[in-house]
């Protein structure tokens, strides 16, 4: 019967809702050459992320969940069906023409690890700087 118990009891999907994210990004300095690249904090005020996990299955929701003046709010829902998963945390990656980014989640602090890592715009330059951009966020069970 105990066995039973614990294999519903590890079975159920975990949710978890975020704090405010805390986070910098990369951006060219003044000069605008590749050597002058700076560590900028980002404002981050009205994103509230969440995260669901079943299984195997990992789900993040990224965004501004406050509408902001003259913007609506404007949440994202990242489904990846195969996330990897160890005791220690699950993580994921998503990738498409112009991004990459690396969602992570850990159980014991439960907090939230995300890098986006792109083309700041999409010039053909070939000395455009890359956009990197890393948040952190404390979550908690919901």
Request: proline share 4%; hydrophobic share 40%; aromatic share 10%.
């Amino acid at each position: 019967m105990l066995l039973t118990t614990t294999g519903a009891a590890i079975a159920e999907p975990l949710r978890f809702a975020c704090d405010t994210p805390h986070g910098k990004r990369v951006e060219l300095g003044v000069s605008g050459k590749n050597s002058d690249i700076q560590w900028i904090e980002d404002d981050l005020d009205t994103v509230r992320p969440s995260v669901a996990i079943d299984g195997e299955t990992f789900s993040v929701t990224w965004g501004t969940s406050v509408a902001t003046e003259g913007k609506g709010a404007k949440l994202t829902t990242y489904v990846f069906a195969a996330a990897h998963r160890t005791a220690a945390s699950v993580f994921a990656t998503r990738i498409d023409e112009s991004t990459a980014e690396i969602f992570r989640f850990y159980f014991a602090s439960k907090s939230l690890y995300k890098l986006t890592s792109r083309l700041a715009d999409p010039s053909p330059d070939s000395k455009a700087a890359p956009f990197v951009a890393t948040y952190l966020a404390t979550c908690r069970n919901q």
